[in-house]
T-cell receptor, first 114, second 114 residues
Framework: EPEVTQTPSHQVTQMGQEVILRCVPI?????FYWYRQILGQKVEFLVS????????KSEIFDDQFSVERPDGSNFTLKIRSTKLEDSAMYFC????????????FGPGTRLTVL | AQSVTQLDSHVSVSEGTPVLLRCNYS??????LFWYVQHPNKGLQLLLK??????LVKGINGFEAEFKKSETSFHLTKPSAHMSDAAEYFC????????????FGQGTRLTINP
């Protein structure tokens, strides 16, 4: 069964450093998403991506964040200068459809900023 | 704006007894509603979804949920709990205009006692 994969499973970084979280969505999916979950809080939407551009982004997704689909398979989330409050679990998801389409989630990357 | 409230942060039941996880939603539009499950160290898996068809929705692993517009509820039930059902459950509502953004409830941790 096809699945969304994410690497690394756990990333530890120093405050101010850049990190890139990687995701491989399901191959025939066209819509891609990033969510995050700070420990003890809700899963929050960050950004959606379609046709090589951002479709929608939340208030959290400021200039420190960027997304890219560098090739036909990967989808990345970059945080340019990490802050302590960026520590969270980051989930990638993909879907075949947008409206009411099921989103398939990866296992997540736990980011720890020291 | 869409929002979801899960009424219990933790539910504990005995194996073989019924499960009820409660969810209320708020939406300006006819919502699409989902229940996702997260087992430890795993990604979010879709249990079931409601997209304005039948109000009683059947999902995987014997779970079902009933959409009640008058009560703005979408409670998740299962007649008989199994030890493997122990996990975190998320009630989710989606926007239906433009790119699909999922809005998560805070989650309910389900514990199954032998």
């Amino acid at each position: 069964e096809p699945e969304v994969t994410q690497t690394p499973s756990h990333q530890v970084t120093q405050m101010g450093q850049e990190v890139i979280l990687r995701c491989v969505p399901i191959s025939n999916h066209l819509y891609f998403y990033w969510y995050r979950q700070i420990l003890g809080q809700k899963v929050e939407f960050l950004v959606s991506f379609y046709n090589n551009e951002i479709s929608e982004k939340s208030e959290i997704f400021d200039d420190q964040f960027s997304v890219e689909r560098p090739d036909g398979s990967n989808f990345t989330l970059k945080i340019r200068s990490t802050k302590l409050e960026d520590s969270a679990m980051y989930f990638c998801a993909s879907s075949e459809l947008d409206v009411a389409g099921e989103q398939f989630f990866g296992p997540g990357t736990r980011l720890t900023v020291l | 704006a869409q929002s979801v409230t899960q009424l219990d942060s933790h539910v504990s039941v005995s194996e073989g007894t019924p499960v009820l996880l409660r969810c209320n939603y708020s939406s300006s539009y006819s919502p699409s509603l989902f229940w996702y499950v997260q087992h430890p160290n795993k990604g979010l898996q879709l249990l079931l979804k409601y997209t304005s068809a039948a109000t009683l929705v059947k999902g995987i692993n014997g779970f079902e949920a009933e959409f009640k517009k008058s009560e703005t509820s979408f409670h998740l039930t299962k007649p008989s709990a199994h030890m493997s059902d122990a996990a975190e459950y998320f009630c989710v509502v989606s926007t239906i205009q433009g790119a699909q953004k999922l809005v998560f409830g805070q989650g309910t941790r389900l514990t199954i006692n032998p």
